[in-house]
């Protein structure tokens, strides 16, 4: 334990990451905005899902720092329906952090498989894939998870909605970043192939699968996991987006998303802070993720240093 500490903190990754301290403050907001997510039940002042708890009296409040208005049980105010928005914040995070790491989870999943097809596979496979994935180049990733949102509403009944709201956004967001996985497995998988190691094991019978996921899977991640840490924020942004526009999850469920949407009807009503402190937070959780993920494409590719 103590030899593997120590050849971690004399690597080339750990010096790169003290030399930095961009990427370090940006380690520091995620961590903080991760770790308090997550642990939202427990460190979040109110639970905004208890009914019981909510007070519509409480309503639009200011935060505490308005003197006459604010109250101290809710350091930044409230929403509309009484919530505290620090509160809605926390959960609203780690609900987006979970479809943005679920979405992302399945377009690597399904990139990654596709990408070793389509580079294995011989011309026709290849071919094949690869026209699906220009074809939905094409077009943006916004635009394509709000046509799979759409079909999903007009098939499933409209009391279930709500239900599988949550599941129609990952597969949504998901099924539109597959492409950039793929492509990159395939290329590095083409290289692979052709080396004496894979020509090796075909000689001595060992079948495709095998040697795709023994020897080939494992050489081509590392770039996957660094595209994996950008398409991360990019996840995120899109779940915000959708639910913004109204097509993402229920006003009852406090996403990042959601809660912009809901402020935005009070904003010029003077009601800011239902509104600014969540694009706050969204800003801070995209933007740290994005600079770390930077920093793991420029710090992993010997090409770029």
Same mark, same amino acid.
């Given at each position: 334990?103590?030899?593997?500490?120590?050849?971690?903190?004399?690597? =080339? $990754?750990?010096? &790169?990451?003290?030399?930095?301290?961009?990427?370090?403050?940006?380690?520091? +907001?995620?961590?903080? /905005?991760?770790?308090?997510?997550?642990?939202?039940?427990?460190?979040?002042?109110?639970?905004?899902?208890?009914?019981?708890?909510?007070?519509?009296?409480?309503?639009?409040?200011?935060?505490?720092?308005?003197? =006459? $208005?604010?109250? &101290?049980?809710?350091?930044?105010?409230?929403?509309?329906?009484?919530?505290? +928005?620090?509160?809605? /914040?926390?959960y609203g995070s780690r609900i987006s952090l979970i479809i943005g790491m679920a979405s992302v989870t399945f377009s690597l999943i399904l990139g990654v498989a596709l990408g070793l097809v389509s580079g294995y596979g011989g011309p026709k496979v290849d071919a094949f894939i690869m026209r699906i994935a220009d074809i939905q180049l094409s077009f943006p990733a916004i635009l394509i998870a709000l046509l799979i949102d759409g079909v999903a509403r007009s098939i499933l009944p409209r009391d279930m909605h709500d239900q599988v709201a949550v599941y129609v956004l990952i597969f949504a967001i998901g099924i539109s970043g597959w492409v950039q996985y793929a492509r990159t497995v395939r290329g590095s998988t083409m290289v692979e192939k052709s080396k004496e190691y894979v020509q090796a094991a075909q000689v001595i019978g060992v079948r495709p699968i095998a040697i795709l996921w023994r020897h080939i899977l494992p050489n081509v991640m590392g770039p996957v996991l660094v595209i994996g840490a950008i398409h991360l924020a990019i996840a995120i942004i899109t779940e915000a987006t959708l639910s913004f526009l109204g097509v993402g999850l229920p006003p009852t469920t406090p996403s990042l998303g959601t809660l912009i949407r809901v402020g935005n009807d009070y904003l010029f009503s003077g009601e800011w802070w239902i509104t600014i402190f969540p694009g706050i937070a969204l800003v801070l959780l995209a933007l740290s993720v994005n600079l770390l993920g930077d920093w793991l494409r420029d710090t992993l590719n010997p090409k770029i240093q």
């Amino acid at each position: 334990m103590k030899n593997t500490i120590a050849r971690a903190a004399d690597s =080339d $990754l750990w010096y &790169s990451f003290r030399r930095s301290p961009i990427v370090m403050i940006s380690a520091v +907001i995620t961590l903080v /905005i991760v770790s308090t997510s997550l642990l939202a039940p427990w460190v979040a002042p109110h639970d905004p899902f208890n009914l019981v708890s909510i007070d519509l009296m409480d309503a639009s409040l200011p935060p505490v720092w308005y003197a =006459d $208005l604010g109250d &101290s049980r809710f350091l930044l105010g409230t929403d509309d329906q009484g919530r505290d +928005i620090l509160s809605t /914040i926390l959960y609203g995070s780690r609900i987006s952090l979970i479809i943005g790491m679920a979405s992302v989870t399945f377009s690597l999943i399904l990139g990654v498989a596709l990408g070793l097809v389509s580079g294995y596979g011989g011309p026709k496979v290849d071919a094949f894939i690869m026209r699906i994935a220009d074809i939905q180049l094409s077009f943006p990733a916004i635009l394509i998870a709000l046509l799979i949102d759409g079909v999903a509403r007009s098939i499933l009944p409209r009391d279930m909605h709500d239900q599988v709201a949550v599941y129609v956004l990952i597969f949504a967001i998901g099924i539109s970043g597959w492409v950039q996985y793929a492509r990159t497995v395939r290329g590095s998988t083409m290289v692979e192939k052709s080396k004496e190691y894979v020509q090796a094991a075909q000689v001595i019978g060992v079948r495709p699968i095998a040697i795709l996921w023994r020897h080939i899977l494992p050489n081509v991640m590392g770039p996957v996991l660094v595209i994996g840490a950008i398409h991360l924020a990019i996840a995120i942004i899109t779940e915000a987006t959708l639910s913004f526009l109204g097509v993402g999850l229920p006003p009852t469920t406090p996403s990042l998303g959601t809660l912009i949407r809901v402020g935005n009807d009070y904003l010029f009503s003077g009601e800011w802070w239902i509104t600014i402190f969540p694009g706050i937070a969204l800003v801070l959780l995209a933007l740290s993720v994005n600079l770390l993920g930077d920093w793991l494409r420029d710090t992993l590719n010997p090409k770029i240093q």
